[in-house]
């Protein structure tokens, strides 16, 4: 795993323990895949087939049977656009659906574990998210081709990363949704995980 080492000095985490994050990154991945496999076991598997998300992931691959790539590339274009405004109907739709309640839900009694988590379709575009993303498309990425595209248990743990608008070590996750009546995909999701916190847990 790559690491920018320059990104310390601005980290608040203190010494000890960003050395033993930087050791892990650079080191065999097998110990934080473990955590992360039990994290999704124990807990991600439970809140992610919930009602809401499995409710909202189906009904918006329902709406969106019949966009096209230009359509999907016209919906991409407005969410960055309306990332920078403060007219954002697009935006705040999907922040203030049912789905993005339940997920701010889950983030917020997670104990700062959980640094995102957004949900998509079946063509990649958000369905429900804990903040704004910076694009609204994610089905050009790894965190939907690896996932969706390739089977009910996917998973996709991606690189260690340096937040500096957060100040932390993250990682992100992500998973296949499938509907539990007829274990079919019928979208994903991305977890961005606080190592901090991650390494705390037994």
Known sequence: ???????????????????????????????WDDKVHRLLNDEVSQWLS????????????SEHARLTQSDIDRLDKQWRNETKQLDRPL????????????LRDVADEADGLYAEIFVMDNK?????QSAVTSDYWQGDEAKWKKTYLEG????????????????????????SVVDPKTQSVIG?????LAMRQLALRE
Not at 95 to 100: A, D, E, P, Q, V
């Open 1 to 31: 795993m790559k690491l920018n080492l320059n990104v310390m000095k601005k980290s608040i985490v203190g010494y000890a323990a960003l050395a033993a994050l930087a050791a892990s990154a650079t080191s065999h991945a097998g110990p």
């Open 50 to 61: 919930d009602p809401v998300v499995i409710s909202s992931v189906k009904r918006q691959n």
């Open 91 to 102: 935006v705040d739709a999907v922040l203030g659906n049912s789905l993005s309640e339940h």
């Open 124 to 128: 990649g575009l958000n369905v429900g």
């Open 152 to 175: 009910p248990d996917s998973v996709l743990i991606d690189q260690i990363e340096y937040d500096d608008s957060a100040t932390r070590f993250q990682i992100q996750v992500s998973i």
């Open 188 to 192: 994903a999701a991305t977890i961005g």
